[in-house]
């Protein structure tokens, strides 16, 4: 048997408030813009340039997916198995300028997709794309009224800048902290300074992918000179936040220090509730120090790392149970 290995994306665009993901035509065929590596490339860099050669659109990569998918068929009587890195894009354009391999194009439904697409590994994983693509429209609805919030409230006094969350949205693992510091203010992204780099070091030791979990804050916008963020300021972001979670329905919350445990769980001494975990509604709540505490102490960096396996090992044992049952 011979192995191949490709890269795609599923391309979709939105038309009176419902998505239509792009199928190419090769005859009765439908498929998506997707082709193999060319030397040196990762497979995000492949899918991009296919879509850009198969398909002539400017297209945004959505982050945080990423699907696997694996093909069996015969070419010349010998079997191949070819496996597939699928992306998701997206567009606001129409048209597209197809290549000289197909034949034409069409955009569509859900419905429609499943009716006329032939392959079955395709026709499986695509209530799973349509459901991401929705939830990440409403998770933009979300953070655009989320970053609005400066000019609708008068007495803001936190910065203008909105740090969205980041990460996959069909995370298992939510890491939850206070609010953004002023590196994460100046690149609009979490976790990115001192404090992200040490939680990096952390997940890496515990053999927990950063890409693979949701990152974000109880408050996403950076309290100037780094001070704690006010109850006014968590209660006016907490409806934000609890649409967040509900959206992305994470299996296990990682609180991070004193403000994340109490705002969700109304616990506020970490140093006695550190490494235990709290199931509520159906998820998994873990407690341990925001790793600014951290950098500052270094018997707090030792209990994180021994939370942090603690973690990993709850995890793994929840998989074994599952994969069991």
Not at 269 to 288: A, P, R, S
């Amino acid at each position: 048997m011979k192995f191949e290995f490709s890269a795609g994306a599923f391309v979709y665009r939105i038309e009176n408030g419902h998505a239509l993901l792009l199928f190419l035509k090769r005859g009765n065929d439908y498929d998506t813009p997707k082709g193999h590596f060319e030397k040196g490339e990762r497979a995000e860099e492949t899918a991009r340039r296919e879509v850009r050669e198969e398909t002539g659109l400017s297209v945004s990569f959505v982050p945080g997916f990423l699907k696997t998918v694996k093909m069996f068929f015969y070419r010349n009587k010998e079997k191949i198995m070819k496996t597939v890195k699928f992306f998701l894009a997206e567009t606001d354009e129409k048209r597209i300028k197809i290549s000289h391999e197909h034949t034409g194009y069409e955009w569509l439904s859900m419905d429609q997709a499943m009716e006329k697409i032939k392959y079955k590994n395709i026709k499986d994983v695509l209530p799973e794309v349509f459901d991401y693509i929705h939830r990440y429209e409403k998770i933009k609805e979300i953070n655009k009224e989320y970053a609005g919030l400066p000019k609708k409230e008068k007495w803001w006094n936190l910065s203008r800048t909105f740090v969205p969350g980041e990460g996959s949205l069909s995370a298992e693992i939510m890491l939850l902290g206070q609010a953004p510091g002023a590196n994460e203010d100046m690149q609009r992204r979490p976790f990115v300074g001192r404090s992200g780099q040490l939680l990096d070091r952390i997940l890496k030791a515990s053999r927990i992918k950063r890409n693979e979990a949701y990152i974000t804050s109880v408050v996403q916008f950076f309290p100037p000179k780094n001070r704690m963020p006010t109850r006014d300021e968590i209660n006016l972001c907490a409806p934000f936040l609890k649409m967040q979670m509900e959206l992305i329905k994470p299996k296990y919350v990682v609180l991070l220090g004193n403000v994340a445990s109490t705002e969700v769980l109304g616990i506020g001494n970490i140093t006695k509730m550190h490494g235990k975990t709290v199931e509520k509604n159906g998820t998994k709540y873990f407690l341990t120090f925001h790793p600014a505490a951290a950098l500052r102490f270094k018997s707090i960096l030792k209990l994180m790392l021994s939370d942090f396996r603690e973690l990993s090992l709850l995890i793994t044992k929840d998989a074994g149970n599952t994969t069991a049952q």
